[in-house]
């Protein structure tokens, strides 16, 4: 196994400059993935974008519909991002131009069903609410 200084240089080599910005971590399928100034693109900003709607949208349910009790319905809107856990076993973890619903277990269709029937129980509202704004904002990356 390369350290780390040998694969920067090793990176360097290939690309034919003798200093690189890039840096280089290995993942645990021991894959090398380098990380780079140019991975900076309109993508980049576009997936910072969606995972801000998903911190920003359960605040404005929350303001609207929740005020008494708000500091729970808002961690219990966020904690349904736990429901992502799914992406772990998907290789690569995380692709940017892959439509999360349909392709993740718990992104399938018949689980959103299973979403809209706790959204419809008072004790499980909140959890139903959050996992279906989460599957919302996710189908809204496979519109482009």
């Known amino acids: 196994m390369l350290t780390s200084s040998e694969l920067i240089s090793n990176a360097s080599r290939r690309q034919g ?6 840096y280089q971590f290995i993942s645990i399928r021991n894959r090398v993935y380098t990380f780079s100034p140019q991975l900076i693109t309109p993508g980049f900003f576009s997936t910072l974008f969606h995972i801000a709607l998903h911190f920003i949208v359960p605040a404005i349910l929350v303001s609207l519909f929740y005020r008494n009790g708000w500091k729970i ?12 856990i799914d992406h772990l076993l998907a290789d690569p973890i995380y692709d940017a131009n892959r439509c999360s619903i349909g392709f993740h277990p718990l992104h399938q269709y018949g ?9 419809a129980v008072p004790k499980t509202r909140l959890i139903g609410l959050g996992l279906l704004i989460h599957m919302a904002l996710d189908a809204l990356d496979c519109l482009y």
């Not at 400059?17 to 890039?22: R, S």
Request: glycine share 8%; hydrophobic share 70%.
């Open 73 to 84: 319905a808002y961690l219990v809107l966020i904690g349904t991002m736990l429901v992502d």
């Open 111 to 119: 689980m959103i069903v299973l979403y809209v029937l706790l959204s």
């Open 17 to 22: 400059v003798g200093f690189n910005l890039a």
